[in-house]
Structures are given as structure tokens and as C-alpha cells.
């Protein structure tokens, strides 16, 4: 007979092994897929918006420095894109109406960035803003026409985006917070405007306290 | 010893850059193709390891249990979505996903297989089967894209492969529930 010691010891190693494995690759039980962790890394790092210029509806170009002073809720999004999208604008459209209009424009700036700068120029971002009832002001959409400022806002917020057969694109989506001072401070999940939104009225109402 | 040197130029194919990329640019080629052939390579290479070192293996692995669990925790956590996307992102993982398929994965399968009885065999079989109806079924109805890496499309042809690879183990349990082994044997 021989001696199974070895044996129970060799399988509570590999079970501690696995608990192991499995902790590390999904960030103590949190994130299992690589978008959950992307999330969570980004709360972590809170990258500071670079410089980028925006060309927006109604042809105005700005940079950042634009919204200074005020928060900033942004999507990433395509107008020549039929699903995710119209989803991501719609709800952000909930979130929008959410936010008392007082603030509207004066703490806070709704943006919809397109990253699709070949198709999506002003004339086609202002027929496209009318779909959401974006007022242009308040809530702007607007195109980077330069693709390596483009490539690199895409690349500090995690937004990956890749072109599809039939002229679209796959990209993930979420809503973006962006504090007065250019700092990524919260990403939202797209599918709960109710949750976003009281979010950002919370936020925006701990400022008010402040004496903001 | 033959079938361990097959193993090893499996594994350098897989390895190869353009068989690699290949072979992960398409989702379901990844996850059903590349990690399966990964596993047969550590499988194949483990008869160079039993004859070489015999005692480590009788020491260590006596009834089986501990190499069939590290079969199973290996190949369940690169069923993971984010496993797969980290293995394309970021290149160590990609090196890990290699090295865990073939020696953690493949190598104590092929020790612990003939060791196990019958009712951890079936629980293998009956929890692997499960758990394809499970991912399957998870990827084609998600309505969200789960890797970043992939499109919607490849994900939901991922989750028929999933399923389909469980209805042919379904099949092979009803096959093999029905048939007089005794006659064969």
C-alpha cells in the first residue's frame, strides 16, 4: 500500500493553486471579463483628459480647456452606428434630462465624441444631434479630426474600437465622468441611466456644498 | 517516446507567430482549436515525462485526484472571456496560456486518466459537459459583448461551438451508457 500523503498534500496544493490562479486573473472575484477590469483599472489610474481639439455640430473648434471649471459627461460613439449607440445616446439623453437645467451648461456639459471623423462632420453631427433632442449648447457632439489626438483620447479612457466588414465598428461603450479639473473620476454603465444619473446629481449636488 | 517528440513540434507549431495569430484572430479557432491542440501537445509530451521521471509522478499523483483538478482549474480558467483577451494583450500571458495548456493542463491529464475510477471519470465528463452547455449558452444569448477583442458575431459562433461540442458529449454518454462493454472488452 502505498502511502497517499503526498498525494492529499499534492491536491491541496493545486486547489490552493487554482483559489490562486482564479484570484489573480479576475482581480480578487471582481472583474471576469477584460471589460469589468478595464473599468476598474481606469478608476484606479484616473487619467487626465489630453489634449484634444474637438470640431463640434455647429463647426466651432475647441479644445478641453473649453469646459474648464465644469464636469464633463461623455460618450464615445459612431452616428453610422445602428445598436449599441443609439442605446448609449438614448440613455444618455436620460441622464441629460436628469441633471436640473440650471446646472445644465454652467456645471456640467454633456459630449458626445464620435470616432468616426471621415463620416461624422458637422453637418451630419447636427442632423444627428436633432435625433436625441441635444440642444448643441449643453450638449454638444462633436468629431476629433485628428487621428493621432484621437487615437490617444481612445487609448487614456480604454475605449477600443475595431472596424467591422460591413463599414461599422465594435467598441465598448460606457458613460464618462470628467471633473472640473480634466480628471476621469467615475465610468458609468451605459445600461442604467437611472443609476448614472443620480450619480451625477449626487455629484454635482456635493459641489454645490462646497461652495462650488 | 516517439509521440512525446510529436508532441513537442505540435506545440513549436502552435507557437509559431503567423500559426498563433492565425489562430487567434479567428474567436472560436482560439478557444477551440489552439487551447484543445495545446492540451493534445502536453498530453503527447508527457510520456517523455513519465519515463523520465516515473517516481515524481507515482509520488505525487497516486489516485489521480490531484492531476485531474489541475486539468480542470487550468482548462476552466481560460474559458474565462477575460482570460482570452488578456492572453492577446499582453504578451507574458500569452507565454502563460501556452505553458499552463500543454504541462498543467495536457501532462497530468494524460498521468491521472487511467488512475481516477469511474465515478471521477463520469464527473469529469458530466461537469465539462455542463459547463459548455453553460458558456454556450452564455455567449450566444449575452447581448453584450464579452471580449474586447472580438466582434459580437464571432462571439455568438463561439457560443454554437460551445454548444454543439456539448451535444456530441451528450451523444458519447448516451452511446456509451447503452453499449455492452463487456462485448468489447
Not at chain 1, 8 to 34: C, P
Not at chain 2, 22 to 47: D, N, R, T
Not at chain 2, 139 to 152: D, E, F, G, K, S
Amino acid at each position: 500500500m502505498k502511502s497517499l500523503r503526498p498525494n492529499s498534500f499534492a491536491t491541496f496544493a493545486v486547489l490552493l493553486f487554482g483559489i490562486a490562479l482564479f484570484y489573480w486573473g479576475t482581480d480578487g472575484f471582481t472583474a471576469y471579463t477584460a471589460e469589468s477590469a478595464r473599468v476598474n483599472r481606469l478608476l484606479d489610474a484616473r487619467p487626465t483628459f489630453p489634449q484634444t481639439t474637438f470640431e463640434d455640430s455647429k463647426g466651432r473648434s475647441y479644445s478641453i480647456s473649453e469646459f474648464e471649471g465644469k464636469y464633463v459627461f461623455l460618450t464615445f460613439f459612431y452616428s453610422a452606428c445602428s445598436t449599441v449607440c443609439v442605446q448609449l445616446e438614448g440613455n444618455m439623453g436620460r441622464v441629460y434630462e436628469a441633471v436640473p437645467a440650471e446646472r445644465l451648461g454652467r456645471e456640467i456639459v454633456f459630449l458626445s465624441v464620435s470616432f468616426d471623423p471621415d463620416r461624422d462632420d458637422p453637418a451630419r453631427l447636427e442632423e444627428y444631434r436633432t435625433f436625441f433632442d441635444s440642444d448643441g449648447e449643453t450638449w454638444r457632439m462633436a468629431r476629433v479630426s485628428d487621428r493621432a489626438e484621437l487615437d490617444r483620447l481612445l487609448d487614456e479612457f480604454g475605449v477600443i474600437v475595431i472596424p467591422d466588414e460591413s463599414g461599422g465598428f465594435a467598441h465598448n461603450s460606457a458613460f464618462y465622468l470628467v471633473d472640473p479639473a480634466g480628471t476621469l473620476i467615475d465610468v458609468m454603465d451605459y445600461t442604467r441611466p437611472e443609476e448614472a444619473a443620480s450619480e451625477v446629481v449626487r455629484i454635482l449636488g456635493q459641489e454645490r456644498g462646497n461652495g462650488g | 517516446m516517439k509521440q512525446s517528440v510529436y508532441g513537442l513540434a505540435l506545440f513549436i507549431l502552435l507557437a509559431l507567430p503567423p500559426v498563433a495569430g492565425l489562430m487567434e484572430s479567428l474567436m472560436i479557432a482560439h478557444m477551440h482549436m489552439q487551447m484543445p491542440l495545446l492540451v493534445a501537445s502536453g498530453f503527447l509530451m508527457a510520456k517523455y515525462g513519465q519515463i523520465r521521471f516515473p517516481r515524481f509522478w507515482e509520488r505525487w499523483n497516486v489516485n489521480g485526484v490531484p492531476g485531474i483538478l489541475l486539468f480542470a482549474i487550468v482548462a476552466v480558467y481560460w474559458m474565462l472571456p477575460r482570460a482570452m483577451d488578456e492572453a492577446l494583450a499582453f504578451p507574458a500571458m500569452e507565454a502563460f496560456k501556452f505553458v499552463s495548456l500543454s504541462l498543467l493542463c495536457g501532462t497530468p491529464l494524460r498521468d491521472s486518466w487511467p488512475k481516477v475510477g469511474y465515478a471521477a471519470k463520469s464527473a469529469v465528463i458530466i461537469g465539462f459537459t455542463l459547463l459548455f452547455a453553460g458558456m454556450g449558452l452564455l455567449y450566444v444569448i449575452a447581448p453584450v459583448q464579452l471580449c474586447n477583442n472580438y466582434l459580437l458575431l464571432e462571439q455568438i459562433a463561439l457560443g454554437w461551438g460551445f454548444l454543439t461540442t456539448a451535444i456530441c458529449m451528450v451523444i458519447f454518454m448516451i452511446y456509451h451508457a447503452f453499449t455492452r462493454h463487456s462485448a468489447y472488452e
